[in-house]
């Protein structure tokens, strides 16, 4: 069955960076592109972007333009968020999507950022 | 970008209830929209894509319907694990976007 599974939860500092990964099961990773979300906590969902597995392509959406980055390990089926110089407003869960309709998700990665 | 406007933003339902969900984008998007059943501390559950089509394993009473610009999500008879918060995503054009939120509560 098709399976997105995120890595575990992060406590970092600010201006630190996080690197959170989602590795794919159960279908072929590059047939698909994957979306990354941002849920901040008691709020709704937001969409960051997404990288086409094909490719290696990132798009951004425009407020995640500057410290983040997507990124594939093609040959792990597995995709990657990285945030750089993190801020107290980057305190959140992530998830990954796969498209076109979000019709599969991770699990989730919940990253704290506190001094 | 397209705004997608859900409705209501909260709402109280008794078990056995008809409960309706609609969301309004602010432009036509081709029945391109998805809805989505999150619990606290899980992900996103995905229950319609394209506006109508149940995903495989989804309660039968979950039903979607829509197009042009307005959908809506009916529940036809409120089970006690319905409790959540809904989101509607459309897909049509770039950037997706999601609404706000239902947060269905039970009576």
């Known amino acids: 069955q098709i399976q997105l599974v995120q890595s575990g939860p992060e406590l970092k500092k600010p201006g630190e960076t996080v690197k959170i990964s989602c590795k794919a099961s159960?279908?072929?990773?590059?047939?698909?592109?994957m979306n990354w979300v941002k849920q901040a906590p008691g709020k709704g969902l937001k969409w960051m972007g997404w990288?086409?597995?094909?490719?290696?392509?990132?798009t951004y959406a425009d407020d995640f333009k500057g410290r983040f980055a997507f990124s594939l390990e093609t040959s792990a089926s597995t995709a990657y968020l990285q945030i750089n110089n993190l801020k107290n407003e980057d305190m959140a869960t992530y998830f990954c999507?796969?498209?076109?309709?979000?019709?599969?998700w991770g699990q989730g990665t919940l990253v704290t950022v506190s001094a | 970008d397209i705004k997608m406007t859900q409705s209501p933003s909260s709402m109280y339902a008794s078990l056995g209830e008809r409960v309706t969900i609609t969301c309004k984008a602010s432009?036509?998007?081709?029945?391109?929209l998805s809805w989505f059943q999150q619990k606290p501390g899980k992900s996103p559950k995905t229950l319609i894509y394209?506006?109508?089509r149940l995903v495989d394993g989804v309660p039968s009473r979950f039903s979607g319907s829509g197009s042009g610009q307005d959908y809506s999500l009916t529940i036809s008879s409120l089970e006690y694990e319905d409790m959540g918060i809904y989101y509607c995503?459309?897909?049509?054009?770039?950037?997706?976007?999601f609404g706000g939120g239902t947060k269905l509560e039970i009576k």
């Open positions: 999507a796969r498209e076109a309709s979000f019709a599969y």
């Open positions: 159960g279908y072929t990773f590059t047939n698909y592109g």
């Open positions: 990288i086409n597995t094909y490719t290696g392509e990132p």
């Open positions: 432009q036509d998007i081709n029945s391109y």
């Open positions: 394209r506006a109508n």
């Open positions: 995503l459309q897909y049509d054009e770039f950037p997706p976007t």
